[in-house]
Nanobody
Framework: QVQLVESGGGLVQSGGSLRLSCAAS????????MAWYRQAPGKQRELVAT???????GYVDSVKGRFTISRDNAKNTVYLQMNNLKPEDTAVYYC??????????????WGQGTQVTVSS
């Protein structure tokens, strides 16, 4: 059974920083692309940042230059460093990973979400 567990959310003032972590655990054969999504109240979930298994990264325009996605393959963990946070970054942040478990079909997995609140 594969699980993604996020941590690192919280309340921060505008201009501050937070670092989110998401650790994958269970019977994992391979982890391919990993990503962070977010969903603000009343809005659709949006893709924030992605990182491939060869460390190619991509970002939504609104976070470019402020957020950095990275991964530690030895720890099956993906990170999101968020700097210069703005009130519009307030949302629940979800981790997503494309995983092939041992003896099971490759598919997407999701974390439970972690709240990020940025006060003005």
């Amino acid at each position: 059974q594969v699980q993604l567990v996020e941590s690192g959310g919280g309340l921060v003032q505008s201009g501050g920083s937070l670092r989110l972590s998401c650790a994958a655990s269970g019977s994992i054969l391979s982890i391919y692309a990993m990503a962070w999504y977010r969903q603000a109240p009343g809005k659709q979930r949006e893709l924030v940042a992605t990182i491939t298994d060869s460390d190619n990264t991509g970002y939504v325009d609104s976070v470019k230059g402020r957020f950095t996605i990275s991964r530690d393959n030895a720890k099956n963990t993906v990170y999101l460093q968020m700097n210069n946070l703005k009130p519009e970054d307030t949302a629940v942040y979800y981790c997503n990973a494309d995983i092939r478990p041992i003896g099971r079909v490759r598919r997407d997995y999701w974390g439970q979400g972690t709240q990020v609140t940025v006060s003005s």
